[in-house]
T-cell receptor, first 110, second 114 residues
Framework: KQEVTQIPAALSVPEGENLVLNCSFT??????LQWFRQDPGKGLTSLLL?????REQTSGRLNASLDKSSGRSTLYIAASQPGDSATYLC?????????FGKGTRLSVIA | NAGVTQTPKFQVLKTGQSMTLQCAQD?????MSWYRQDPGMGLRLIHY???????DQGEVPNGYNVSRSTTEDFPLRLLSAAPSQTSVYFC?????????????FGPGTRLTVL
């Protein structure tokens, strides 16, 4: 059974810092990996999708990497801003739809 | 293009009542899924469908029923609501024809069972 773990569970950083969120998964037979953002009481916004054949994807200040063989992904956020404060969720798909990690709650302090 | 829509946004039920959560998408996506999100548990898959007339169980299917008679709609039925079904429910859709089969989520339904 696929399991997804996100470390740390919570993170607080000062504005302007670069930071890395970690995601690991137990079964490397994945089809893709998605990173989502969720604001309190809101739905999920897709940030980046990495297909199993890809190593990384970039969107603005966000960069996500994927190492299938080691079962790891990282989300790098450059020059963090207070508006980046949210919960970040990692999810992988394989034979079934997405299996989610429990998320990392990020606070960026001005 | 409305994307994935869910109704209602909020619902309060009494134990034993039944109801249907509605989900619709206008992107002609083949795949649709239902998840529930609980504090400390993350999002868990309830049921999913890979096309009209085809459904399958996810991780937590008990107490829920689904059917998929059209490509656009994927309703989730609570047969006899229990307090343990208090949760936020999200519907998602995707297409394997699109690169990466990216999933798109609806805004969610917040359900409370008393």
């Amino acid at each position: 059974k696929q399991e997804v773990t996100q470390i740390p569970a919570a993170l607080s950083v000062p504005e302007g810092e670069n930071l890395v969120l970690n995601c690991s998964f137990t079964d490397s037979a994945i089809y893709n990996l998605q990173w989502f953002r969720q604001d309190p009481g809101k739905g999920l916004t897709s940030l980046l999708l990495i297909q199993s054949s890809q190593r990384e994807q970039t969107s603005g200040r966000l960069n996500a990497s994927l190492d299938k063989s080691s079962g790891r992904s990282t989300l790098y956020i450059a020059a963090s801003q207070p508006g980046d404060s949210a919960t970040y969720l990692c999810a992988v798909s394989g034979n079934t739809p997405l299996v989610f990690g429990k998320g990392t709650r990020l606070s960026v302090i001005a | 293009n409305a994307g994935v829509t869910q109704t209602p946004k909020f619902q309060v039920l009494k134990t034993g009542q039944s109801m249907t959560l509605q989900c619709a998408q206008d992107m002609n996506h083949e795949y649709m899924s239902w998840y529930r999100q609980d504090p400390g548990m993350g999002l868990r898959l309830i049921h999913y469908s890979v096309g009209a007339g085809i459904t399958d169980q996810g991780e937590v299917p008990n107490g829920y029923n689904v059917s998929r008679s059209t490509t656009e709609d994927f309703p989730l039925r609570l047969l006899s609501a229990a307090p343990s079904q208090t949760s936020v429910y999200f519907c998602a859709s995707s297409s394997p024809q699109m690169a990466g089969n990216e999933q798109f989520f609806g805004p969610g339904t917040r359900l409370t069972v008393l």
